[in-house]
């Protein structure tokens, strides 16, 4: 594959506030690239949004209803890198909106392997579909996509808006656009669907400064910090709320803590954040896990090692990374275990035992993929009063 993204450079090294604008149609996202576009106002919209189409497909009427809302619309899912849930849950978002969807996740089996630019094959499926989701070992080859619809657009030629499905190891936006919509359910606490439902009273006994949402909340991150592409993305979304403090539990390696460019972020957001090589550190005297209101679990990404990294991190203990029954005694009662997944099943950050625990979240926060991503494509599409309309229609709200 030859990729060359030099006539885009300029643009690219831009500091992202400034980028940003190019990515929106005044409060409407226009292309969704960067978790940092993920402003409260959308977050909350798109959380409302895709609880609206999760109650509508609890009934084959509301169903039926949700597919005629995008089925004139078509969507390209062009994965060149692996992905189980996110290239499922898209295809399940299309088809619950009743999109069509196509896909190519094998550069072979496209012009690609005739010495065709990537770019070429992007703007080609602009010409055949509404939409492009994209997945990507290249960092910054979404971004570049957008840059190239909005050139089309300012010609006034044909252009849709790109989604950002995992771009190298730099940013995944919409995985954390379902971490964050499986905390805010969670710390609901009214929610027919959270295992804490009804529980805050109990609860606030023994944990008084606990309240409903993401504000106040200390939030634990553990693993390869440094190349998990959802880590950057949600710790970054997670700015957007009050009295957030961030724990970060790595491997002393270069590699997988903490990287400069997301440390720099959290300082300019004014974010409270303390570094940490195990699970069993403390924190003013007290567990880390006694003071963590989520926990999002990460495997090492060891498909990103050079031979030298193998080699050093064939050597390392990661046991101090892994979630042990005695961990998940200090674990608060009631914080919920996130994992992007795939879990490393050799390693077993998460050994399976954990699934059985209510506080396990993983496969919900799979599934609320789904929703969370069908709304975004509500939102992408313009179609959200449409789905207000149909929900009223239904419930009468
Ligand atoms: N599925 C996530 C990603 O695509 C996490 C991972 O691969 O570890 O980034």
Redesign the pocket.
């Known amino acids: 594959m030859h990729l060359d993204l030099s006539e885009f450079t300029a643009r690219q090294a831009r500091p992202l506030r400034v980028k940003m604008d190019e990515f929106q149609r005044e409060r409407r996202l226009k292309h969704l690239i960067f978790a940092s576009q993920l402003e409260l106002e959308h977050l909350n919209r798109l959380q409302r949004l895709a609880d609206i189409i999760r109650q509508l497909s609890k009934t084959k009427k509301g169903s039926d209803a949700l597919r005629s809302l995008l089925s004139h619309k078509r969507a390209m899912l062009y994965f060149t890198q692996p992905?189980t849930?996110?290239f499922l849950s898209f295809m399940a978002a299309c088809q619950i909106l009743g999109l069509t969807c196509n896909e190519v996740r094998d550069p072979a089996t496209s012009s690609e392997m005739k010495r065709e630019s990537p770019l070429d094959s992007i703007r080609m499926f602009s010409s055949y579909f509404d939409v492009i989701i994209m997945?990507s070992p290249v960092a910054g080859f979404s971004e570049c996509c957008a840059y190239l619809m909005n050139d089309l657009e300012k010609h006034e030629m044909r252009s849709v808006p790109i989604i950002n499905a995992?771009s190298g190891s730099e940013e995944?936006p919409t995985?954390a656009l379902l971490d964050i919509y499986t905390i805010q359910r969670t710390f609901q606490f009214d929610s027919a669907n959270g295992t804490t439902a009804g529980r805050l009273p109990d609860l606030s006994k023994k944990f008084p400064g606990l309240t409903p949402g993401l504000n106040n909340k200390t939030y634990l991150f553990c693993g390869?910090l440094g190349r998990?592409?959802?880590v950057r993305s949600l710790a970054t979304t997670l700015t957007n709320y009050q009295n957030v403090r961030m724990f970060f539990v790595s491997p002393d390696h270069e590699k997988l803590k903490l990287d400069l460019a997301l440390r720099k972020r959290l300082e300019s957001a004014g974010v409270e954040f303390h570094e940490f090589d195990s699970l069993d550190a403390t924190w003013q005297s007290q567990p880390i896990l006694a003071l963590t209101d989520c926990l999002y679990m990460?495997?090492i990404?060891m498909e990103h090692n050079s031979a030298a990294d193998s080699a050093a991190m064939n050597e390392m203990d990661l046991s101090p990374y892994h979630l042990s029954a005695a961990r998940l005694e200090k674990l608060r009662d009631y914080a919920p275990i996130l994992h992007?997944?795939?879990r490393d099943s050799v390693v077993q950050e998460i050994p399976t035992f954990v699934d059985a625990d209510p506080r396990a979240m993983y496969f919900r926060q799979a599934r609320n993929g789904m929703w969370v991503r069908a709304a975004l494509l509500v939102h992408l599409f313009d179609v959200a009063d449409q789905l207000l309309f149909l929900h009223s229609d239904f419930y009468g709200v």
């Open positions: 992905s849930r996110t997945r995992g995944h995985q390869d998990g592409r959802t990460t495997r990404q992007p997944f795939p």
